[in-house]
């Protein structure tokens, strides 16, 4: 089984940044390298959505809403995603889940973390 723990939410005024951080953890044979790995969040009253998603070879996809201000990046060889979230605003509030997903025929399950709470407010 996959595990994820996110850390860094937290509460900040809007143009301040905030470091989400996602770690996987798994099974003896279960290579982080095989997941693809991304960002969503899911605001009060509407549905999850991707903010940025990284393949193993580190391409990347971002929500249109955060391009040019977040940065998803992932560290192969600790096992490990972020998200730097710069020039945050107020429509960024929401919780935060990392997310694996698996892309070999033995696993092509969706993993998902507890969230972690992001409120960006004067």
């Known amino acids: 089984q996959v595990q994820l723990v996110e850390s860094g939410g937290g509460l900040v005024q809007p143009g301040e940044s905030l470091r989400l951080s996602c770690a996987f953890s798994g099974r003896i044979f279960t290579l982080f390298t095989r997941y693809t790995m991304g960002w969503h969040r899911q605001a009060p009253g509407k549905q999850r959505e991707l903010v940025a998603g990284i393949t193993s070879g580190g391409s990347t996809n971002y929500a249109d809403s955060v391009k040019g201000r977040f940065t998803i990046s992932r560290d192969n060889a600790k096992n490990t995603v972020t998200l730097q979230m710069n020039s945050l605003k107020p429509e960024d509030t929401a919780v935060y889940y990392c997310?694996?997903?698996?892309?070999?025929?033995?696993?092509?399950?969706?993993?998902w973390g507890q969230g972690t709470q992001v409120t960006v407010s004067s």
């Open positions: 997310n694996a997903k698996g892309t070999t025929a033995w696993d092509r399950n969706d993993y």
